[in-house]
């Protein structure tokens, strides 16, 4: 089952299928490459507590666009894996080192003019000194890691302003050093929805008066148009097809816990052997 994910084959957004929850089970009707059919023999207990093992030392990213709910879904997922007994590491990228908020400092809040290749440059920088300093001692000591985003990113937004996505694929190539996520998880909301959601958070928190940061009030690619972010949108739900590593998308518009669920099956299936 695992090769499905292998070398672009395109997984479909998942649909509720629910084992967990068969209250809430969807009445879509299955459709044909759907990959959540069901859980392995051997019980619900059984397969959690293997997919704890199955976990140790891989790398999980989760992306999406603006608003899919992908950083509330790595809490989410991570307060699962920790339950079930993993050792888990969350990262978002960019940022989570000196180095890299900086970065994301400049990047999202800064007032210079950045060209797209220049901001995919920066982009990369910040990842290399992630992986270098946080991701892969992290995987070497067997913990999983949980990433909020990662070059799936860079190929949606770089490559929706127009950079080349082999270029940025090779520039990633050298940045990462070989440690590509074991399954990237593409959140897929329409991109209305997500800027929606993003703009009700950034209200809520102007209410709250929380401190400015670069992930508060709005930033620089959120503010940028609908057709943009609709081309963003475009390029994550196509990425399955091209990512040479394993992707699937979710249906990132559903109740979180829903979401949740489809995420923690997709991993079962995933990492299945
Ligand atoms: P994110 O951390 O998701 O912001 P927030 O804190 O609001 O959840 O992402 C910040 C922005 O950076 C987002 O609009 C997408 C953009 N981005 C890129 O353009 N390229 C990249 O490679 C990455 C990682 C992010």
């Known amino acids: 089952m695992?090769?499905?994910?292998?070398l672009g084959n395109l997984i479909r957004p998942a649909k509720a299928n629910s084992k967990y929850f068969p209250d809430r089970r969807n009445k879509a009707p299955p459709r044909q490459f759907i990959?959540?059919?069901?859980?392995?023999?051997?019980?619900?207990?059984?397969?959690m507590t293997q997919l704890a093992e199955r976990l140790r030392g891989k790398f999980i990213v989760l992306d999406g666009p603006d608003g899919s709910g992908k950083s509330t879904q790595a809490t989410r997922l991570a307060d699962f894996l920790s339950g079930q007994g993993c050792q888990v590491l969350c990262l978002r990228d960019p940022g989570d080192t000196q180095l890299g908020e900086g970065i994301r400092q400049v990047l999202l809040q800064g007032s210079a003019r950045i060209s797209p290749m220049a901001e995919t440059l920066l982009f990369m920088a910040s990842r290399a000194q992630l992986v270098q300093e946080k991701i892969?001692?992290?995987?070497?000591?067997?913990?999983?890691?949980?990433?909020?985003?990662?070059?799936?990113?860079?190929?949606?937004?770089?490559?929706?302003?127009?950079?080349?996505?082999?270029?940025?694929?090779?520039?990633?190539?050298?940045?990462?050093?070989?440690?590509?996520?074991?399954?990237?998880?593409i959140l897929d909301v329409p991109a209305k929805l997500g800027?929606?959601?993003?703009?009700?958070?950034?209200?809520?928190?102007?209410?709250?008066?929380?401190?400015?940061?670069?992930?508060?009030?709005?930033?620089r690619f959120e503010a940028r148009s609908l057709e943009y972010h609709e081309a963003v949108r475009r390029i994550f739900r196509e990425l399955v097809k091209e990512y040479p590593h394993p992707a699937a998308v979710v249906d990132g518009s559903q109740p979180a816990e829903q979401v949740t669920e489809q995420i923690i099956e997709l991993l079962q299936r995933t990492f299945e052997r």
Request: proline share 5%; aromatic share 6%.
């Open 195 to 219: 800027l929606d959601r993003t703009g009700q958070r950034n209200q809520l928190l102007m209410r709250k008066k929380a401190a400015p940061g670069p992930t508060l009030f709005g930033d």
């Open 35 to 47: 990959f959540f059919t069901g859980l392995p023999a051997g019980g619900i207990l059984a397969a």
């Open 2 to 6: 695992r090769g499905n994910l292998v």
């Open 136 to 185: 892969r001692p992290a995987l070497l000591a067997g913990k999983t890691v949980i990433c909020d985003r990662f070059v799936s990113s860079t190929l949606a937004y770089q490559g929706a302003s127009g950079v080349d996505r082999l270029i940025i694929l090779d520039l990633a190539e050298a940045a990462v050093g070989g440690i590509w996520p074991d399954l990237t998880v």
